[in-house]
């Protein structure tokens, strides 16, 4: 099946510091969403993104729909211990492609304290 | 809150033997998605629901079936479980499209 490319696969940083994602496709989507999975948990919806060039907040997370609507990024300020994990993006072509959403590999997230 | 729950956390089944996954949302949604996920390929999905007795194949469906007797549950079953099915596996549901929630997760090992 379809699949997001999203970079970094894996962030090895000091707590304090800002950290940045992306997720890129060569075909557009309606939605972007970002997740957020802890170990040995299901993903947690952080972001949702439903129009081209929208850029929104959740506390410390920003996210932004890529104008094009291939692209989406995530950026998280001055990352603390409880933001290691898994973060996905995940993207829709809603109303067509049914329900389905197409997720990229992750990228997972390494705090130093 | 919307609330995905998945009957069991962790299971250890042997080869061969029939398994059933139970996933159960508490908020009406109308879709409803089963998904594997394994290092380095990402959630992967099996099958999806979009109403009561209405299943859909998704991109991995073989090996697996699934039922929707009621519309907040949707049972994933291993008809004959062998070891490359050991995984874990995510239930989610959906109403407002396409914003998906997810349960805990199901750990299983086939041995």
């Known amino acids: 099946g379809q699949q997001l490319n999203q970079s970094p696969q894996s962030m090895f940083i000091q707590e304090g510091e800002d950290v940045s994602m992306n997720c890129t496709s060569s075909s557009i989507f309606n939605t972007w969403l970002w997740y957020k999975q802890d170990p040995g948990e299901g993903p947690v919806l952080l972001i949702a993104l439903y129009k081209a060039g929208e850029l929104t907040s959740n506390g410390r997370l920003t996210a932004q729909f890529g104008i094009t609507r291939k692209d989406s990024f995530l950026n998280i300020s001055a990352s603390i211990p409880s933001d290691v994990g898994i973060y996905f993006c995940?993207?829709?072509?809603?109303?067509?492609?049914?329900?389905?959403?197409?997720f990229g590999q992750g990228t997972r997230l390494t705090i130093n304290p | 809150d919307v609330k995905v729950t998945q009957s069991s956390r962790y299971l250890v089944k042997r080869t061969g033997e029939k398994v059933f996954l139970e996933c159960v949302q508490d908020m009406d949604h109308e879709n409803m998605f089963w998904y594997r996920q394994d290092p380095g390929l990402g959630l992967r999905l099996i099958y999806f629901?979009?109403?009561?007795?209405?299943?859909e194949k998704g991109d991995i469906p073989e090996g697996y079936s699934v039922s929707r007797e009621k519309k907040e549950r949707f049972s994933l079953i291993l008809e004959s479980a062998s070891t490359n099915q050991t995984s874990m596996y995510l239930c989610?549901?959906?109403?407002?499209?396409?914003?998906?929630?997810f349960g805990a997760g199901t750990r299983l090992s086939v041995l």
């Open positions: 995940a993207g829709s072509q809603h109303p067509q492609g049914a329900q389905k959403l197409v």
């Open positions: 629901s979009y109403d009561v007795k209405m299943k």
């Open positions: 989610a549901s959906s109403y407002i499209p396409p914003v998906q929630y």
